[in-house]
């Protein structure tokens, strides 16, 4: 077993762990340089020397292409936008009268945004291939130690074979790592790099061009710049956001817990049958049940048509608590933000049921006995052996269900899409409203007044909290080592 | 069961254990009315879907919660395709998209899970730092990032775009298979390797025959990513012409206002649709989700 460590020492292992990683491979490549031959040297320029001198004829053939097809890329592609990348184009979009065809074409215009991205897509290639070069250094200089210890050294097929088998974990890793490069790191980077940028509305390529305004849009979003109204909604949003989750997160996993233990209580009969109810609603895809509950709830649905019935809706206004013939439950704030965490509670609770049956399965009943024979009751369990329990178990998951929580689009934008309208005018003002959390902004603000580097800042806050959180929490959740007390 | 001994210990005379009995079944009774009662209001919402999806009456029905008139003449129009509702292409596009992303993804999350709990090498533990970090920064974000990236190759709007979009980054949610595969004994694979196994034949002959339970898993979870997905599929099929949407924007788009008074009805019937094949799977995923979940977070 891994000794549990607390969350920052755990940072600190993982920040040196990887730096004694670059450390490592500078150092390799560095003793390569200075005691490696001739070969070994030019093997910096010419990638397939080293292969060549041990008669590795076709790995030296294959490495030479690899290295042409980056000076080719290099010269044909990244040429065409690196050297633009400081202005992000200067050439705005006209359309100009051409004398010799006799019509109307296209200047040859600056595309900001394909060279933000195609720039970036070079620098990731360059990066690589350095990588692939130093590397190459190294292994080249390998294989001179191999060859003067006069060891054997591998044929090109007894080269391949060690994929499958030394090197195994290069074969199936290489795949994956490619989708998540392209399909996560690149536009991570991309969407950091357009927070400093002014790319929206006014500046959307390929019409326009938009170019690097610095920190500017980071002022803006905290309350300077001339829409101040974005700092307030900024700060409304990010309350409505931390209560969210944190409510969000409490209730179902409490609740998860509490209805775990009433299904596998000794009192239960028909447990599976209890189960297979509670689970249908979390097994209903989620754009259906959350646009039902939305109608179930709506200002003309049939919750308020039974409440007016009953005659709650009267008591309600005769209290003065809604001014309105119906109850806005999911119309007006607060009401709407209630409703948001309760429907959440319905949806939340079986999925965390499922989660807490699985790990109070292995809670330590002897103890559970004992305290019950000394006379404690069932709070008392609860409260000191499964909750502890539960909360060693599954701690970091209540982290993880924190940050899941906090990015929870599905649930606010599927309740309250089209169907809360803000009254608020500081807040319409910044496209945002009173339900929204940074996520379903962020979306707004892209999806509906593509407004790009607004999006790209609050992108940023978003992982900066959601980081925060992670390490905070690990650190207290983890803070007390309490790896023996339940063994 | 100790609660029994003690009772009957303590208590003296007969009729003391026939109270206690007496007791005892009511509480049963209280609490297992207690869960019914859970249990119906959670399942409320579900009922009403069913029962409104058979009205005879095609827009939100508000003032019973029973349909006046009952009818199954919906399930027939939601089947038959007019210009908005193309229900029948839609369930075929998430179905062929479906299968796609849970080949990739299956492939990837095994793969990536794999190498990552049974192979060491030196930079193992800096590929787990940068993932984890990778899984804080939001989806959504990156997410507006790859639509452009996709519309520059002209990917938005098709479904090879969208399947991408599902399964490209799917190595990054390993945990859960990498904690099942560091359940399986080294031993065993020590025991190959000493036989002359190479690493590719561990994985085939040894690892995945005993790895059953979280390859369904995997394949499951992945095969229901497209069904249960909303926000991405909105993002890249909205601008697109409606025969090439996925069931949940083809859905969604039923519940414009415009559209809500006379596709209400529908849009139920097309839920219970989609929700039967989808329970039915999540309830043979759910013997291994538990499993999978949990010894995930036991790991962290």
């Given at each position: 077993m891994e000794a549990k460590t607390s969350g920052l020492s755990r940072l600190g292992s993982a920040v040196s762990g990887f730096f004694a990683v670059i450390a490592r491979f500078f150092s390799e490549f560095g003793t390569a340089m200075a005691k490696g031959d001739l070969f070994v040297k030019l093997s910096l320029l010419w990638w397939g020397a080293g292969y060549f001198r041990r008669r590795q004829y076709v790995k030296a053939i294959l490495m030479t292409l690899l290295e042409i097809a980056v000076i080719v890329f290099t010269l044909n592609f990244a040429m065409a936008y690196v050297p633009k990348f400081g202005t992000l184009g200067t050439v705005q979009a006209e359309q100009v009268f051409n004398m010799q065809t006799m019509q109307t074409e296209w200047n040859d215009y600056d595309n900001s945004f394909m060279i933000l991205l195609f720039s970036l897509f070079s620098f990731v290639i360059w990066f690589a291939a350095a990588v692939v070069c130093m590397r190459n250094v190294v292994n080249v200089y390998e294989l001179q130690m191999q060859a003067q210890r006069?060891?054997?050294?591998?044929?090109?097929?007894?080269?391949?074979?060690?994929?499958?088998?030394?090197?195994?974990?290069?074969?199936?890793?290489?795949?994956?790592?490619?989708?998540?490069?392209?399909?996560?790191?690149?536009?991570?980077?991309?969407?950091?790099?357009?927070?400093?940028?002014?790319?929206?509305?006014?500046?959307?390529?390929?019409?326009?061009?938009?170019?690097?305004?610095?920190?500017?849009?980071?002022?803006?979003?905290?309350?300077?710049?001339?829409?101040?109204?974005?700092?307030?909604?900024?700060?409304?949003?990010?309350?409505?956001?931390?209560?969210?989750?944190?409510?969000?997160?409490?209730?179902?996993?409490?609740?998860?817990?509490?209805?775990?233990?009433?299904?596998?209580?000794?009192?239960?009969?028909?447990?599976?049958?209890?189960?297979?109810?509670?689970?249908?609603?979390?097994?209903?895809?989620?754009?259906?049940?959350?646009?039902?509950?939305?109608?179930?709830?709506?200002?003309?649905?049939?919750?308020?048509?039974?409440?007016?019935?009953?005659?709650?809706?009267?008591f309600?206004?005769?209290?003065?608590?809604?001014?309105?013939?119906?109850?806005?439950?999911?119309?007006?704030?607060?009401?709407?933000?209630?409703?948001?965490?309760?429907?959440?509670?319905?949806?939340?609770?079986?999925?965390?049921?499922l989660i807490a049956t699985g790990v109070l399965m292995n809670l330590p009943t002897d103890q559970i006995e004992s305290a019950k024979i000394d006379g404690a009751n069932p709070f008392q369990v609860f409260k000191s052996i499964t909750m502890p329990y539960m909360l060693q178990v599954t701690g970091p998951a209540l982290?993880?269900?924190?940050?899941?929580?906090?990015?929870?689009?599905?649930?606010?934008?599927?309740?309250?899409?089209?169907?809360?309208?803000?009254?608020?005018?500081?807040m319409a003002n910044s496209q945002a409203k009173e339900t929204d959390l940074l996520v379903t902004w962020l979306f707004t603000l892209t999806q509906d007044y593509y407004n790009y580097k607004m999006a790209s800042v609050i992108g940023i806050m978003v992982f900066i909290v959601c980081a925060v959180f992670t390490l905070v929490g690990f650190n207290f959740m983890i803070s007390g080592d309490k790896e023996g007390t339940y063994q | 069961m100790s609660k029994w001994k003690t009772d009957i210990g303590t208590s003296a005379s007969e009729s003391a254990i026939q109270a206690?009995?007496?007791?005892?079944?009511?509480?049963?009774?209280?609490?297992?009315?207690?869960?019914?009662?859970?249990?119906?209001?959670?399942?409320?919402?579900?009922?009403w879907l069913v029962c409104t999806s058979f009205?005879?009456?095609?827009?939100?029905?508000?003032?019973?919660?029973?349909?006046?008139?009952?009818?199954?003449?919906?399930?027939?129009?939601?089947?038959?395709?007019?210009?908005?509702?193309?229900?029948?292409?839609?369930?075929?596009?998430?179905?062929?998209?479906?299968?796609?992303?849970?080949?990739?993804?299956?492939?990837?999350?095994?793969?990536?899970?794999?190498?990552?709990?049974?192979?060491?090498?030196?930079?193992?533990?800096a590929l787990m730092n940068a993932a984890v970090l990778m899984n804080l920064f939001p989806g959504m974000l990156s997410m507006i990032a790859v639509y452009f990236t996709l519309k520059t190759f002209g990917l938005t709007n098709s479904h090879i775009g969208l399947i991408l979009v599902y399964s490209a980054s799917a190595g990054l949610g390993y945990l859960v298979a990498k904690g099942f595969f560091d359940t399986v004994p080294r031993a065993l694979c020590e025991a190959a390797r000493i036989d002359g196994c190479n690493e590719a034949m561990i994985f085939w002959k040894i690892v995945m025959p005993t790895s059953k339970p979280i390859i369904v898993y995997t394949v499951i979870s992945s095969f229901l990513v497209p069904w249960m997905d909303f926000v991405y599929a909105k993002m890249l099929l909205n601008a697109g012409v409606s025969a090439n949407y996925t069931v949940a924007v083809g859905l969604y788009r039923m519940l414009e206002k415009s559209l809500i008074n006379t596709y209400f009805t529908q849009f139920c019937c097309g839920g219970v649709l989609v929700s039967i094949p989808i329970s039915i799977l999540f309830m043979i995923m759910q013997k291994f989700y538990v499993q999978g979940v949990t010894s995930g977070a036991v790991k962290g």
């Open positions: 006069g060891k054997h050294i591998n044929t090109f097929v007894e080269d391949l074979r060690e994929y499958l088998d030394k090197k195994f974990h290069i074969t199936l890793l290489s795949l994956p790592v490619l989708g998540i490069v392209v399909f996560t790191l690149i536009p991570m980077l991309l969407l950091i790099l357009v927070a400093f940028t002014n790319y929206d509305q006014q500046h959307m390529p390929p019409t326009n061009l938009f170019g690097w305004v610095g920190f500017s849009n980071f002022v803006t979003l905290f309350g300077g710049g001339i829409t101040t109204t974005f700092g307030y909604a900024f700060v409304r949003i990010l309350g409505w956001t931390i209560i969210w989750s944190f409510f969000a997160t409490l209730t179902t996993y409490i609740g998860g817990i509490l209805m775990s233990l009433l299904l596998n209580s000794k009192l239960t009969r028909g447990t599976k049958i209890w189960r297979t109810m509670l689970v249908v609603t979390i097994a209903v895809p989620q754009f259906v049940s959350l646009l039902l509950m939305r109608n179930f709830f709506a200002n003309s649905g049939i919750v308020n048509t039974i409440c007016a019935n009953i005659g709650l809706t009267g309600l206004r005769d209290i003065g608590l809604i001014s309105t013939s119906y109850i806005p439950f999911m119309t007006a704030p607060g009401w709407v933000h209630v409703m948001i965490i309760l429907i959440n509670i319905w949806i939340g609770i079986p999925y965390q049921m982290i993880t269900d924190f940050v899941k929580n906090f990015n929870n689009f599905n649930v606010i934008y599927l309740l309250t899409q089209n169907v809360f309208v803000t009254t608020n005018q500081f | 206690g009995k007496a007791r005892q079944k009511r509480r049963i009774f209280l609490h297992n009315a207690f869960i019914a009662l859970l249990c119906v209001i959670w399942i409320i919402p579900i009922v009205s005879a009456y095609s827009g939100m029905n508000t003032s019973t919660f029973f349909p006046e008139k009952w009818s199954a003449i919906h399930y027939v129009k939601l089947l038959t395709p007019d210009t908005v509702n193309q229900f029948p292409t839609w369930f075929w596009n998430t179905f062929v998209i479906a299968c796609w992303t849970c080949v990739i993804s299956t492939l990837f999350v095994i793969m990536v899970a794999y190498a990552m709990s049974v192979t060491r090498f030196k930079s193992r533990k």
